[in-house]
């Protein structure tokens, strides 16, 4: 009974790097919710997506960072020239079904470090 | 948009009882979950208020007033193992998301 999937758990890329984050939902959920923690703060909503679409992107910086969910194969997070400041811990989460009574269930965390 | 306040830290005993404030404000109220997250692990849901009142769950009740923009959570024979963050959350009015308060920090000394 595998929960929400997600690797690596732990990543450390140079300033200007890229980051890649895959996030495999649980067994029968096709919604995917992508969250960045920053230490000392909360859980920061980043972008929510269905099979081949993203529906909401409303907590997504414009540019370096963008995400996918394919038809096929995991969820990807990907961020581009990585910088000090996206140095965090990165939760997808995923969810049965969209609606707001639908609790999500999240994976156990990639955490990014840049240096 | 949705605000939402909790306490930064709460310190308790063991054995004993403690209350955890959640005051939210939402254009359009949809419900309110309650996580906790051991440091370093993922957020693990305890409990989702829609309707007014308490929902009890072992040694974890929930209470609700929907008027007053108000939620706690209790938690009852408090346990080392309690030492957490819990999180207050309400989704946003289209439904995507949960949107989460900063957590409030529970420590649960001997």
């Known amino acids: 009974n595998a929960g929400v999937m997600q690797n690596p758990r732990h990543l450390v890329r140079r300033r200007g790097q890229e980051a890649r984050l895959r996030c495999s939902p649980m067994?029968?959920?096709?919604?995917v919710y992508w969250y960045r923690q920053l230490p000392e703060e909360g859980l920061k909503f980043m972008v929510y997506?269905?099979?081949?679409?993203?529906?909401?992107e409303s907590g997504m910086p414009k540019e370096r960072f963008s995400a996918e969910f394919p038809k096929e194969g995991p969820s990807i997070l990907r961020i581009q020239q990585v910088v000090r400041g996206d140095s965090a811990a990165y939760f997808c989460?995923?969810?049965?079904?969209?609606?707001?009574?639908?609790?999500?269930?999240f994976g156990e965390g990639s955490w990014l470090t840049v240096v | 948009g949705q605000n939402i306040d909790q306490p930064t830290e709460m310190t308790a005993t063991e054995g004993a009882i403690v209350q955890i404030n959640c005051t939210y404000q939402?254009?359009?109220?949809?419900?309110l979950f309650w996580y906790q997250q051991h440091a370093g692990e993922a957020p693990t849901f305890l409990s989702y208020?829609?309707?007014?009142g308490l929902e009890e769950k072992g040694r974890f009740s929930s209470f609700l007033s929907r008027s007053k923009g108000y939620s706690y959570l209790l938690l009852k024979e408090l346990q080392m193992k309690d030492s957490a963050s819990y999180l207050c959350?309400?989704?946003?009015?289209?439904?995507?998301?949960?949107?989460f308060g900063k957590g409030t920090t529970l420590s649960v000394s001997s």
């Open positions: 989460a995923s969810s049965p079904a969209r609606g707001s009574g639908n609790t999500i269930y």
């Open positions: 067994k029968g959920h096709s919604h």
């Open positions: 997506l269905q099979k081949e679409n993203i529906i909401d």
């Open positions: 939402t254009s359009g109220f949809n419900g």
């Open positions: 208020n829609v309707l007014d």
């Open positions: 959350a309400v989704p946003n009015q289209a439904g995507t998301a949960l949107i």
